[in-house]
């Protein structure tokens, strides 16, 4: 079984530049997270989506923090403008269902903003 | 106040010793409760996952989880370099509700 895939690995850009973050969940998970997780501290949940709907998204920082899973599947989340304080690691997980608690993660996108 | 709250570390031992990792919390609602373990550079992997109260081993591997004082224990027997990585607690009140992570404690297992 593929495991969840994101893109790209590693990520510089400058302050006030967009940038972009692509996953694919493992195939049939109906639930897609994308969590923030800044060195030393544990991942932080940005936005929560149900197929295509979004369940969560009280810690999206909505100004600048956009992201869509328009199929159900795969998802992008999305930075613009960055800002220095972004620098962190964006980590795509995913799990079968409500009923299944399992969370299974990516390798993340490792984002430095210079 | 931090709903989930873990022991900082950074944490080193010898190999072969006992490691015991922890966590409190403060939202009564959790009720499933998870650990991870995450490499130099990777995503977390799940290592454990309980839901009730009391002890699960899995080799050399025990989660313990005392509901009524709100408080999760990871143990590890015989730790081996391996373990070396940084091990994080989670939990949720199930359903759709978030999942909610420690901070991490950093362990690192010399040989």
């Known amino acids: 079984e593929a495991g969840v895939a994101q893109s790209p690995r590693y990520k510089i850009i400058e302050k006030r530049q967009s940038v972009a973050f692509w996953c694919n969940p493992i195939?049939?998970?109906?639930?897609l997270y994308w969590y923030q997780q800044i060195l030393g501290q544990g991942p932080k949940l940005l936005i929560q989506?149900?197929?295509?709907?979004?369940?969560?998204d009280s810690q999206l920082p909505k100004d600048r923090f956009s992201a869509e899973r328009l199929k159900g599947v795969d998802s992008t989340l999305k930075i613009q403008p960055a800002k220095l304080e972004d620098s962190a690691v964006y980590l795509c997980?995913?799990?079968?269902?409500?009923?299944?608690?399992?969370?299974?993660f990516g390798s993340g996108t490792q984002l430095s903003v210079l | 106040q931090k709903e989930v709250e873990q022991d900082p570390g950074p944490l080193s031992v010898p190999e072969g010793a006992i490691v015991s990792l922890n966590c409190t919390y403060s939202n009564s609602a959790f009720q499933y409760f998870m650990w991870y373990r995450q490499y130099s550079r990777k995503g977390p992997e799940l290592l454990m996952y309980t839901y009730s109260s009391g002890n699960k081993e899995d080799g050399r591997f025990t989660a313990q989880v005392d509901k009524s004082s709100k408080y999760i224990s990871l143990f590890i027997r015989d730790s081996q370099p391996s373990d070396s990585a940084t091990y994080l607690c989670a939990m949720n009140s199930g359903g759709y509700q978030k999942v909610t992570f420690g901070t991490g404690t950093k362990l690192q297992v010399i040989p």
């Open positions: 997980a995913s799990r079968w269902d409500s009923r299944d608690e399992k969370l299974f």
């Open positions: 989506f149900q197929n295509n709907g979004v369940v969560d």
């Open positions: 195939s049939g998970h109906a639930t």
